[in-house]
């Protein structure tokens, strides 16, 4: 039953110039599944003498990606009530599917330029090539709730929405929507420089000491059943 249950969501954190207001997309329905896979570090840079010639060394932490499917319906929505029935009724389940949709836009950096080299073959002073400042685009930090336990900023790197019903407006009404997820890193997080860049770097040093604290929890629990067994 609806409001019964904690939902997963995506959470956009949108900079502006007076108050941050975030695009919070709330699972409809929690996914029956996920898959939480990782990938090995890489291996450090030749500039990294004394790291490349140690072959157990890797640089930073391991990759981190989340995968999903969650699926939307306009005619649960409208049974359930509430203020969205008014918009269900009129758009279906498209303004959903929009947030969603947002999450893959970049945003100008705030406040940020990337400073590059300009060819000078249309403006240039006394012969010489001039650097202006250029403006760069940035992925939005994105921040992927599932349980009070989990809450860790990621970047959404593949979308895929499959409509599979319509009004007679041609509005969808029911969809399904696949979506990936990559963890940032704190290298990456160093580099946000949005107004709720610190929530972003809190959530993850958050996340990542609840799982050391219960992978420390397991490994005591673990020792009764491993005395015996190791060759030592």
């Given amino acids: 039953m ?15 110039g007076l108050v941050p207001v975030p695009n919070i997309v709330i699972f409809q329905y929690n996914p029956e599944s996920l898959v939480h896979s990782w ?49 269900a009724k009129v758009s279906g389940i498209y303004s959903r599917i929009a947030a969603l949709e947002m999450l ?4 100008q950096a705030a406040g940020g330029a990337l400073l590059g080299l300009v060819s000078a073959s249309i403006a240039s002073l006394a012969g010489k090539s001039v650097k202006r400042k250029v403006p760069f685009s940035v992925m939005p930090t994105v921040l992927f709730v599932w349980g009070a336990g989990r809450i860790v900023p990621v970047r959404v790197t593949t979308l895929t929405i499959t409509e599979k019903l319509y009004d007679p407006f041609l509005n969808p009404i029911h969809a399904e929507a696949q979506i990936g997820l990559r963890v940032l890193t704190q290298d990456e997080l160093a580099h946000d420089t949005d107004t709720l860049a610190p929530v972003a770097n809190a959530v993850y040093l958050y996340t990542m000491g609840l799982r050391q604290a219960l992978a420390v929890a397991n490994l005591a629990n673990a020792v009764e059943s491993v005395i015996g067994m190791l060759p030592l």
């Fill in 2 to 16: 609806p409001g019964q249950y904690l939902r997963g969501a995506l959470v956009e954190l949108v900079p502006t």
């Fill in 39 to 87: 990938s090995q570090a890489e291996a450090p840079k030749s500039s990294n003498t004394e790291a490349v010639g140690n072959p157990l060394a890797v640089e930073g932490a391991p990759g981190e990606a989340f995968s999903f499917t969650i699926a939307m319906d306009a005619s649960d929505t409208i049974a359930d009530g509430g203020f969205t029935v008014d918009l």
């Fill in 104 to 107: 893959m836009y970049p945003s």
